[in-house]
């Protein structure tokens, strides 16, 4: 099980191909991993939601999410050369 105090972060970006490709590729190396995805326009930071104070027009969509994947501190070397590697 991967908890807060045996994970690494692998990647940390908002291209959500990539991702995917991050999540693949450690499924297909059968590394286990875990993943948290951040709304950076939901997030409440004192007077309400950023979308509820400055509205999403002109705001990139693509940009909205931000992903983080974690692997056991164990296997993180692996992954990292795994991730590289393809």
């Known amino acids: 099980m991967i908890t807060i105090f045996n994970r690494a972060s692998v990647y940390i970006g ?5 991702f995917a490709r991050v999540r ?5 190396e059968q590394i286990g991993y875990t993943y948290k995805v951040k709304n950076q326009m939901g997030q409440w930071t004192g007077s309400g ?31 990292m050369y795994l ?3 393809n």
Do not use: H, N
Request: hydrophobic fraction near 25%; avoid cysteine; proline fraction near 0%.
């Open 24 to 28: 693949q590729t450690l499924a297909q």
């Open 14 to 18: 908002r291209d959500m191909k990539e």
């Open 49 to 79: 939601t950023l979308r509820g104070r400055t509205g999403s027009l002109g705001q990139d969509s693509s940009l909205q999410y931000e992903y983080e994947v974690f692997v056991r501190s164990k296997d993180r070397d692996k992954a």
């Open 83 to 85: 991730l590289r590697k």
